[in-house]
């Protein structure tokens, strides 16, 4: 699910503005709402910190939260941790679970300034409040993180899974798989007996990094077998024969 509007509320800091502008980008929001902006547009901070991003966004400036809002079906607000611990909030993830039972058409995510957030009467105004998990020790986020973080969890939390991947082979086969290559590669003198863990470490990295499926782990067995097979008989000139 993607957001497609940002309401930033008082923002000050040019650099913030700028880097808010290049996170929106990143995650395909198209329109970003400013209310009551204390950074000028025209700062070139600004730019420095948007990185070309404002090619790919839709700026516009508003004098309160309800005009920069008027299209906008679903509000969700952030709240700090800090201050006011009576604040209703919800997790991103319940935010999201709500935001689609609503219809996710609509929604823009409202971020207040970076030194006092939002206020009561905007947070009134919004229909869900979210607080992002933090150390209790150090709640506080920087705008552009908290940004990031939220527009990160709709963007994936809700992505639909790739249902043409296979499924990676369970752990217990590709241990089954690393003790047959292990003894396989060892009895052929390729690996090295001071520390065979190095170039089996090295095969565990690419078999990682594949997500090997069952069936590849199987034709990798089939191998190993063939091979002990050779090793066996070492005079056979016919070919060999399929051992898998």
Request: charged share 25%.
């Amino acid at each position: 699910m993607k957001i497609n509007r940002l309401i930033l509320i008082e923002t000050s800091s040019p650099g913030n503005l700028g880097a808010a502008l290049r996170v929106a980008a990143n995650f395909g929001v198209t329109t970003v709402a400013l209310v009551r902006p204390k950074a000028a547009l025209k700062d070139p901070i600004v730019d420095q910190w948007a990185c070309g991003a404002r090619q790919y966004v839709d700026i516009d400036v508003f004098d309160d939260l309800d005009t920069a809002a008027a299209d906008s079906r679903t509000l969700v607000a952030t709240a700090s941790g800090r201050g006011r611990p009576d604040q209703p909030s919800v997790s991103p993830s319940q935010a999201i679970d709500t935001v689609l039972q609503r219809g996710s058409e609509g929604t823009a995510l409202v971020f207040g300034s970076e030194t006092r957030g939002m206020n009561r009467e905007d947070l009134d105004r919004c229909d869900l409040a979210v607080r992002i998990p933090t150390d209790p020790a150090f709640p506080v986020l920087n705008l552009v993180q908290s940004i990031a973080i939220l527009l990160s969890h709709f963007a994936i939390e809700n992505s639909p899974s790739d249902t043409d991947q296979p499924e990676p082979a369970p752990h217990q086969t590709v241990e089954a798989l690393m003790a047959h290559l292990h003894t396989t590669l060892a009895d052929i003198g390729y690996l090295d007996p001071d520390n065979p863990d190095r170039i089996l470490r090295k095969i565990r990295r690419v078999f990682g990094r594949a997500g090997i499926t069952e069936n590849e782990a199987a034709i990798f067995r089939g191998i190993c077998r063939q091979m002990d097979w050779a090793r066996r008989n070492p005079r056979n000139t016919d070919g060999g024969r399929f051992n898998r």
